[in-house]
């Protein structure tokens, strides 16, 4: 076999490991579930549960709606355009807990919107990311992950994934 066919062979079996249907780890579609009262999301891809963690919700006047959605948006670096703090110009931390609808600017100062990293937007304003998960519902209205599985749950993902919240 020429160099040149070796060659075409090996850029299609890669292409064909990190594209190919066939070569996912369990093959099928994916889908996530979260289940409020548990505060507990399940990732599956083909039916199967391929990973499943505690989370955090939306607490008491922030809820987490319910419902059957889809991923509308995925962004690996996504910043909260409502809640952060606001910051001077070296980034000291002016204001804390800022909800700019709320919080008037201080003087000399900037927002500065709170990091949601491996977020995938189920809903307008509503999204899975990674986050403080304290063990009770505490975001507001998000579904927090750890850094690890928001990784899993981003990688997996893609816009169109179902994804169902139950009470």
Known sequence: M?????????????????????????????????????????????GERIAETSISTGREGHSTP????????KDIAHRSSIYGEYVDEEGRTVMTNVDVRKNP????????????????????????HEGNRPGYPASHGCVRLSSRMAKQFYGASQIGTPVTIRP
């Open 105 to 128: 600017k201080p003087p000399n100062s900037h927002y500065l919107g709170a990091s949601m990293p491996y977020f995938l937007e189920f809903s307008p304003g509503y999204g899975l």
């Open 2 to 46: 020429s160099p040149l066919h070796k060659s075409i062979l090996l850029l299609a079996a890669t292409y064909c490991l990190y594209s190919c249907e066939t070569a996912r780890p369990h093959g099928g579609k994916t889908a996530i579930l979260i289940v409020l009262s548990e505060q507990r999301a399940v990732l599956t891809q083909g």
């Open 66 to 73: 319910t419902g059957n959605f889809h991923v509308i948006r």
